[in-house]
């Protein structure tokens, strides 16, 4: 059985390859387009995806897409002729979009790929992100809780999963969005919906939730665990561009104009305290979710957390102490380019009666590095040298890339496209960033530390190990080194890293034994996708302030 599920229009774009209950290869159309938060039909995700396998389009048995075309539609038309005439203005955009080739989707896969049309299925979208986290888990049984933005019409899912049969307990249905909520406070303060939901996450971080009670009466609580948005203060159903109402800033403040300076430090932090209060209010209303999907799920000790709010280290480390579950699983890509593998794990699972894959431990599925070097490479020796380079010169002081193996699924590197820099104090984020042109007091950051020593630095759970070999959710700082480079609220985005999921990584994490600690995030400059191949990672090097670039067995340096 080989499968191809696709996700495209809204926000990444992505093509992942299952063939004989084995994820075979992966791939965002962002990595090959250079454009960041690609939406556009994946063609050339796909393509690598087959040329990975040795496949072509017609040796596949199904082509399944992560929504259902005429569902989503129906969604769309029913909210913009309900907000008419506020809504003219997208109606005439959206119906353009869907008009055009949208509602046609079955042919348009068909002709991208050259596959037959009776090969092309569809999966709802809540469906495709409980598959990603539940069949890509190691649980053989578990509750599973998806919170994304928008598909159909659920924008949540409770559900229960066992072997290969996946039972939808309750769903929340379209405007009363979880992720549009939370991406409008992004815009709200001046940030970019669907790109900077992570910084909203770390500007919360510097602030305390003073506005707590103003934030949770935009996002009324029911008794029954769910949750309503107030329609009067957000656009979702009719403005995709502008998703918040003038009204939400007679509840919370007037907005923060994009490009103004960020509010969140000495006297005036309210940027920072209407973060907090956002982030708290999320938490409890998920808490709250979690509550109810314990009741639904009786005897379930263990949990699937999915969608693009599972992206939420905050919220995921909230979860984790207080959901009540003794087992939290997060996938290694959540969010929308997870789906499009969870909608090819659906299909092969619980529709073809296929077997489930292996646990999925990482997401490092694309094309590997080439083996031509660019001019200016000195060779290292060999592979096992690599570590120990990186570690001599974080040992100097200096920001490294290290770019090595396949090219990761999702929006972050895990491991095989880093930037790292030494974690020697407050200001080393900042220095780090600085190098690639990305002097932001908002970039996620990573702070990596060996498995063997994590226990001195950080407080681990013990309920979410994949979560915590991926830097999936926010630990607090136990050491002086670690505080020293955490965020304000005394947590840092830790990275704890053993020798089985990433020996490279961990080998230069060991071989500093006096700084056990690093600093570590996505190998990109300034508003670019993360580099793809030896040649993006030289052209990048070579625009920014790094000191050196490690690609497999060779080295790129100033020196």
């Known amino acids: 059985m080989r499968v191809l599920g696709l996700s495209a229009f809204h926000r990444d774009s992505a093509a992942a390859l299952v063939a004989?209950?084995?994820?075979?290869?992966?791939?965002?159309?962002?990595?090959y387009t250079g454009v960041l938060v690609d939406s556009s039909f994946p063609r050339r995700a796909a393509r690598a995806c087959l040329d990975a396998a040795g496949l072509t389009a017609g040796e596949l048995d199904a082509v399944v897409f992560?929504?259902?075309?005429?569902?989503?539609?129906e969604r769309v038309l029913a909210a913009q002729l309900g907000a008419f005439p506020r809504s003219s203005r997208a109606f005439a955009k959206g119906m353009f979009l869907w008009l055009g080739d949208r509602l046609w989707l079955r042919t348009r896969i068909a002709d991208e790929l050259s596959v037959a049309p009776d090969r092309v299925a569809f999966v709802e979208h809540q469906r495709a992100h409980a598959a990603a986290a539940f069949f890509g888990s190691p649980l053989e049984r578990a509750a599973v809780l998806t919170l994304d933005d928008a598909g159909e019409w659920a924008t949540v899912a409770l559900a229960r999963a066992e072997g290969a049969r996946l039972e939808t307990l309750k769903e929340i249905g379209f405007p009363h969005s979880l992720g549009l909520w939370y991406s409008a406070f992004?815009?709200?303060?001046?940030?970019?919906?669907?790109?900077?939901?992570?910084?909203?996450e770390v500007l919360a971080a510097h602030g305390t939730p003073r506005l707590r009670?103003?934030?949770?009466?935009?996002?009324?609580?029911?008794?029954?665990?769910?949750?309503?948005?107030?329609?009067?203060?957000f656009r979702f159903p009719y403005d995709a561009e502008r998703l918040c109402d003038d009204r939400l800033g007679e509840r919370v403040g007037a907005p923060r104009p994009p490009g103004?300076?960020?509010?969140?430090?000495?006297?005036?932090?309210?940027?920072?305290d209407l973060a907090a209060s956002?982030?708290?209010?999320?938490?409890?209303?998920?808490?709250?979710?979690?509550?109810?999907?314990?009741?639904?799920?009786?005897?379930?000790?263990?949990?699937?957390?999915?969608?693009e709010l599972a992206r939420n280290r905050a919220l995921v480390a909230r979860v984790v102490a207080d959901g009540g579950f003794d087992r939290v699983f997060v996938p290694p890509v959540p969010g929308e380019p997870g789906a499009a593998l969870g909608a090819a794990l659906e299909y092969v699972t619980a529709v073809a009666g296929g077997p489930r894959p292996a646990p999925l431990v990482r997401a490092a599925w694309g094309e590997s590095v080439d083996v031509r070097a660019e001019e200016g490479a000195r060779s290292l020796g060999g592979a096992d040298e690599a570590p120990r380079e990186v570690a001599r010169r974080l040992d100097r002081g200096q920001g490294v890339a290290w770019v090595r193996g396949a090219l990761e699924l999702g929006p972050e590197s895990c491991s095989t496209r880093l930037l790292l820099g030494p974690a020697d104090g407050p200001g080393a984020r900042a220095g780090l960033l600085e190098r690639v042109q990305r002097a932001d007091p908002l970039a996620p950051v990573r702070v990596a530390v060996s498995a063997e020593r994590a226990a001195e630095h950080f407080a681990v759970p013990a309920a979410c190990p994949e979560a915590v070999r991926r830097g999936?959710?926010?630990?607090a700082a136990r050491s002086d080194a670690a505080r020293a480079v955490s965020l304000p609220d005394g947590r840092a985005w830790a990275q704890v890293v053993d020798a089985e999921l990433d020996p490279g990584l961990h080998a230069a994490l060991a071989a500093?034994?006096?700084?056990?600690?690093?600093?570590?995030?996505?190998?990109?400059?300034?508003?670019?996708?993360?580099?793809?191949?030896?040649?993006?990672?030289?052209?990048?090097?070579?625009?920014?302030?790094?000191?050196?670039?490690?690609?497999?067995?060779?080295?790129?340096?100033?020196?």
């Open 20 to 31: 004989d209950g084995e994820v075979v290869a992966a791939a965002q159309e962002e990595r």
């Open 186 to 200: 992004a815009q709200f303060l001046g940030l970019e919906p669907g790109l900077d939901e992570a910084r909203l």
């Open 66 to 73: 992560y929504e259902k075309p005429l569902r989503k539609f």
């Open 260 to 272: 103004d300076p960020l509010r969140m430090a000495g006297d005036d932090t309210r940027d920072a």
């Open 278 to 307: 956002v982030q708290a209010v999320l938490e409890d209303r998920v808490l709250a979710l979690v509550a109810r999907l314990r009741e639904l799920a009786p005897g379930e000790d263990a949990l699937c957390l999915g969608g």
């Open 512 to 559: 500093r034994a006096d700084a056990p600690l690093a600093l570590v995030t996505d190998f990109h400059l300034r508003s670019q996708a993360i580099v793809r191949s030896e040649a993006d990672a030289v052209e990048a090097f070579q625009r920014s302030a790094l000191d050196a670039l490690v690609v497999e067995d060779r080295v790129y340096a100033r020196d």
């Open 213 to 233: 009670d103003e934030v949770a009466g935009t996002l009324p609580a029911r008794p029954d665990g769910s949750f309503l948005v107030d329609e009067r203060l």
């Open 472 to 475: 999936q959710v926010a630990l």
